[in-house]
């Protein structure tokens, strides 16, 4: 029996998500290194993964007419550039609950060849908001902010600052 | 003879750049609305289509090995999604000129079924960097920092400050 | 009062669709040409700036649950790539109308510094269906058929076979 | 010390090379499903992870100036679509191996929770060219052939007829 790879999933580590990707060459752009705004492809599905390992079915209330996170303001530092065929490892915290919205802090650093933790590619602070289908702010589900806080509380965010660094 | 359509081309207005894109398929996502990171390609549309109004050749200068223009920061605040088929105005300002570097503010707005200027969709802030080949910052060539101070001088920037508002 | 740019749009031609794009940094990849799946987007801004042109409302007819258009097969020949800053004119030809499908031919050319007609770049065949929200086949709504077949009639079809040559 | 979580790979499972993604939020469009032209970023995900299972340097063969493999053409048909949140196995068949390029067979096939083979997705046939940054067809380096040949031999190709069925 043939046993199938899986995509790969991140992984809750205390206050930190932690997922990664690979560079490929739809990432790229003409100048040899990733498009800027495919960082934000990356850093959206480490959020979806995170929702993931929370139990939280994003699928499901959209279907369901229930609502959708959205991206409500983002700042990215765009430090040095990831290459084709690197290894870059995803990191998220949440830095503030609110009934509607959260505030998350990611970074994007390249994986070194022994996969250890290397450089800081870019880093980001954004704000999510949880929306109706009709464009309105709207409270998270219950049952979201309970595994949120669970996320959040579970350690104390790293000592950075994103809203001033970033 | 058959006269060809030409891609939509933008153009300056004063000191601002003013370019048109429509939301398409492409564009959108499950929610119905324009995916977060695709304003940052049509952000770089306009951008483009500025530097060849301005008679700047990115394509040469990357393949002769000069350099290229790169986001070193963003910040982007969404107020309202595009949805398919909206016509939206990209509207680029050059707010501060450096060396090697120059600050943008650029907003996307709805055109109105009559083709004025509508609601404001999202609004960004971003320095972008010259840089060589290897990665390292580099002065522009001086024949872009002339053309770009044209577009500059042509006008007072709008009143917003997008650093502090973004 | 200022008039604004308006997105670019195609024209019909007698049995054929006329759409210019132009490739931008986001349609490259690191090998310093368009990334091959991009003239699937740059084809389908095409079918839907047709659909417009034809008074076919996309956008309401998935809002209202009716169903969409949705490719079932495409092939594609690539014969020498697009690059930056290359504007490209995409052709668009009806070949086949059914109930819930019709059979397309789109070809991307280069357009010379004149503006004129170049070199073909990629040709494609693809069938279309009409599908409803739950992604079984529908049979197209009435006006939408008799809207393309205005399109289809209206002059032959080149000489060239798609399906044998594609 | 932490252990951090690595890109997902494929895997070599004699004929055959298995892929896993999953269909995030960016991957999506306005109808609720994957959009047609990602399922060819996926695929080429899958041929990229191949070539480094193989030992193929496809970064350092660009940045050398030796060439890079591009898409000559490609037949893709779509069964059924992709969701949000699925897994997805990608399998890569290598079916015919000239001197300057080769034929791939790929499919997409839904995994179901248990993690097993499911429902076919799209399937798609194309031919791979080498090419030179010039954009002229090129020998593949001998060690790229021979490190092809021993996956293309190392079982037989499964029944299908790609080039017929597809």
New interface residues.
Partial sequence: M??????????I?GARH?????A???D??????V????Y??WF??AR?DLL?LLDI???AA??AGEG?Y?????????F??A???D???IVTQCTQMRAASCRMHQRALR?TGA???GEVLTEASLRIGFVA?D?QPRRQPKAWREAFETFLSSDAPESESPESS?
Wanted: no cysteine; charged share 30%; proline share 6%.
């Fill in positions: 043939t046993i199938f790879p899986q995509p790969s999933g991140g992984r580590d932690l997922f990664a990707v690979r490929y060459y739809e790229t752009d003409l100048s040899g290194v498009y800027h705004a495919n934000l492809r959206e599905r979806s993931r079915d994003q699928r959209v279907e959708a959205a991206v409500a303001d983002l700042a990215i530092r765009y040095r550039p290459r084709l065929d290894n870059v490892l994986l996969g250890a933790e289908p464009g970033v």
